[in-house]
């Protein structure tokens, strides 16, 4: 069972939401849409739903064309980022109701209305209703509501972003193996990168409406095709320089000449953009053999185990860039404090003008 | 104690007609045109039980009453799937049909009197309760579609679609989530209705003569070459108040809620 869009393309009062997206989301693993907001994926599982139509395009589930097949006789459950349910319903009632919509049998409804409550642990809110009970319980409860119908295909749009940060860790994990048992086709939608990796499964980054990539969700982070992917598909932003090769030598926008050896000495004439990752950029007295850098501290940002330093650092363009460095420990740096920095040669995404690679890190190094 | 002298004369001040017109209803025409009495010197309930046992008096209330709630239920029937329509669709100048429909509230009955006893007498709906329910829709409907719009709004559009989703046709949807969730905005809007419609006597006179005669333009017969019924009126006006009193207490919560909720 598969869902396949074919061409999809939709705009909104002039606005293009989606362009051109053709995907294939196969069932048995979580389909991830990873996309900063506005990437289109919302407006991605409004149309999977049937709640509106594509301008053009076909979407077909299993084979069959259901295009224009309206959202009320379609097979999909749907769980919003907020918590969506009916208020004036019991938490009982709620997971019912699409049982009770589609004629099942009233034991039968008991039963598995009993069974999906279990699994999300609201057995002892069943009678309650949904203001009176905590945040997380009512997401749960529209968890349960979209898991009792078991539809052939089930949206989750950023299920787990308006929760505390104990419950997500929770229901992230168990979310997939839920779904699983139901061999529905599972699509997530998420704005955060660790979020797709943890779940696994295929990625689908998203990018102004388009998608940038498509693939095992390890796969894409490790080697992203496009400037666009790898955008997408890092947090904090990855850190990137334009640089210009002219006759086997790599120069600033200002002129000045870096001295780099290996890899990066033979890329192609032209301009070019380079990637790394936070946890790439070091800081290190300069040294032959490393891309160095002096920059400035501007803010850090300590989570505990790691430190998040943001450095402007002087990259010859009128105005510094902001890099982040992604340090281990405690990293106690006044903002201003004057560093050097250092990234590893072999752990640079290269991207030519148009944005597509041009030569990826050497595995060793990721 | 200032304020409370304060709160004590604004309550008196409140209560004083209502006391008085209570007062008189008690008493006997000699008693209201004699001295001052403060409190009724030989209480009688003669003027209650004359409106009591006169089918030219009590069928004033079932007149009116008739009208009135009919008018509430065409009104809110009507304004429902109106006011969904405003909240939940864009289409050609909805917002201009909206203002429209409000304006339709600033025009004065009296403009309307005239067109409607034509119209009225040539279709044979001249001194028909639904002439008048028809009649104070004009005003109704607007102001229901405004009021039930707001708390329309107020539901998130989600809640439609996960209805859409789960498989409820439209009005299965509609009656058994959509509508117990606005309960108070329908409460507001009806009373609202009512009390328009309870209150209002130009039109009402103007569109009934003998069959549906309010109770309103029925008072107005006190006038004889006898003088005026003083007692009669004040008990007819004591009974008038009653509907209006029973309505605000059975939608005394929704109101307290829609207040705060809605748009009014």
Known sequence: ?366 | MARRITLGLYLLFLALPLYWLINMSFKTNEEITGALTLWPRNPTTANFVRIFTDPSWYMGYVNSLEYVVLNTVISISLALPAAYAFSRYRFLGDKHLFFWLLSNRMAPPAVFALPFFNLYSAVGLFDTPWAVALAHCLFNVPLAVWILEGFMSGVPREIDETAQLDGYSFPRFFFRIFLPLIGNGVGVAAFFCFMFSWVELLLARTLTTVDAKPIAAIMTRTVSAAGMDWGLLAAAGVLTLIPGALVIWFVRNQIAKGFALGRV
């Open chain 1, 1 to 366: 069972m598969t869902l396949r869009l074919e061409g999809i393309s939709r705009s909104v009062a002039g606005v293009a939401h989606l362009r051109d997206v053709s995907l294939s989301l196969p069932r048995g693993m979580p389909n991830v849409l990873l996309g900063p907001t506005l990437s289109g994926k919302t407006s991605l599982m409004r149309l999977m739903a049937g709640l509106d139509r594509p301008d053009s395009g076909r979407i077909l589930l299993d084979g069959k064309d259901v295009t224009g097949v309206p959202a009320r006789r379609r097979s999909v459950a749907m769980v919003y980022q907020q918590f969506v349910n009916y208020p004036t319903l019991t938490l009982y009632e709620n997971i019912a109701s699409p049982l009770r919509v589609a004629g099942v049998k009233g034991a039968e409804i008991d039963r598995r209305v009993r069974e999906a409550a279990a699994l999300l642990r609201l057995e002892p809110l069943l009678e309650r209703l949904p203001p009176q009970v905590s945040g997380g319980q009512q997401q749960r409860t529209a968890i349960a509501r979209a898991l009792v119908r078991r539809a052939d295909l089930v949206l989750l749009d950023e299920p787990l972003a308006n929760l505390d940060y104990k419950l997500r860790e929770e229901l992230r994990e168990e979310l997939p193996r839920l779904f699983a048992d139901s061999g529905a086709i599972l699509v997530y939608a998420t704005t955060e990168p660790t979020e797709a990796l943890l779940l696994g499964g295929q990625v689908v980054a998203l990018w102004e409406g388009a998608v940038a990539q498509v693939g095992p969700s390890a796969e894409v982070y490790r080697a992203p095709r496009t400037l666009a992917a790898a955008r997408v598909f890092s947090d904090p932003p990855m850190n990137e320089l334009a640089i210009a090769c002219r006759d086997g030598a790599l120069l600033l926008p200002d002129g000045r000449r870096l001295s780099v050896g290996g890899r990066l000495a033979s890329l192609p004439a032209g301009d070019h953009r380079l990637g790394f990752r936070a946890e790439t950029l070091r800081f290190a007295a300069p040294a032959a053999g490393t891309l160095c850098f002096a920059g400035t501290v501007a803010v850090t940002e300590i989570t505990g185990s790691e430190s998040f330093v943001h450095v402007d650092v002087d990259v010859g363009a009128a105005a510094p860039a902001r890099w982040v460095s992604l340090l281990p420990g405690v990293q106690e740096l006044e903002p201003g404090q004057p560093v050097s920095l250092a990234v590893d040669p072999a752990a640079i995404f290269v991207f030519d003008a148009a944005g597509a690679i041009a030569g990826a890190p050497c595995r060793a190094a990721a």
